[in-house]
């Protein structure tokens, strides 16, 4: 009895039972992967869907508020032309040109009541001349301009014992028509001896520089030589 009663308590198939347990549980497991994959690419695409759905409502807005718009310059536009037509045609159209009246011919040639451009231009011609008469008038009232010049001359003695005060006085003697003689001055040279630094103007035109020199070096018993020390236009 003991014997059979052992026998019947094994499990004999208990290797089958844990290798179908095996494969159940395995397979639930993929099947978890599975729908875990599955439901994420769903929930990414209907938030894509929706933004697509945000923008395109955006858009259909946009568009209707641009066609409204349109449709108002429309109207504008159409407005103003009509009013510009009906006011091109309300305008008062203008009166005609009454002809201009026929000159009356007469027997004497040359004889225009209305005058012409020819005593027009004569007119203005005649105004041009005495305006230009005028100018001239006045220009030669004008003092033509005197070229001079402003001359110092250094004018050197013989010795120290020449007297300065009648060299400056034999020098300025001399008279020249367009000749003015102006300031002067000792300059002290060496050993005690001075010359005569003397200014004075001259007209280009009347005056020869070299003519004066000559008539200054003819005192030759106080004079031994004149120089140039300045130049100078005026």
């Known amino acids: 009895m003991s014997c059979a009663f052992v026998a019947e308590n094994v499990w004999y198939d208990k290797a089958q039972y844990n290798d179908a347990e095996r494969k159940f549980y395995e397979s639930t497991a993929k099947m978890d992967g599975i729908a875990a994959l599955a439901s994420t690419p769903g929930t990414e695409l209907f938030e894509r869907l929706s933004l697509l759905e945000s923008e395109n409502k955006k858009l259909t807005s946009v568009v209707a508020g641009m066609e409204k718009l ?10 103003l032309e009509s009013g510009a ?38 007119a203005a011609n005649t105004v041009k001349e005495a305006r230009l008469a005028e100018y001239n008038a006045r220009k030669s009232k004008k003092p033509a301009l005197i070229a001079k010049s402003n001359i110092i001359l250094d004018i050197k003695p013989w010795d120290d014992e020449t007297d300065m005060k009648a060299m400056e006085a034999e020098v300025r003697k001399i008279e020249m028509d367009g000749l003015l003689w102006g300031a002067s001055k000792l300059v002290p040279l060496a050993y005690g001896i001075h010359k005569l630094q003397i200014s004075c103007v001259v007209e280009d035109d009347k005056v020869s520089i070299d003519l004066l020199t000559e008539e200054i070096e003819k005192n030759d018993e106080l004079v031994q030589s004149v120089d140039i020390a300045a130049f100078n236009k005026i």
């Open 85 to 122: 037509g009906g006011a091109a045609k309300s305008a008062t159209p203008a009166k005609p040109q009454a002809p201009a009246p026929k000159v009356v011919e007469d027997d004497d040639d040359g004889v225009d009541l209305f005058g012409s451009d020819s005593d027009e231009d004569e």
């Open 70 to 79: 349109v449709i108002s310059l429309q109207e504008r536009v159409s407005a």
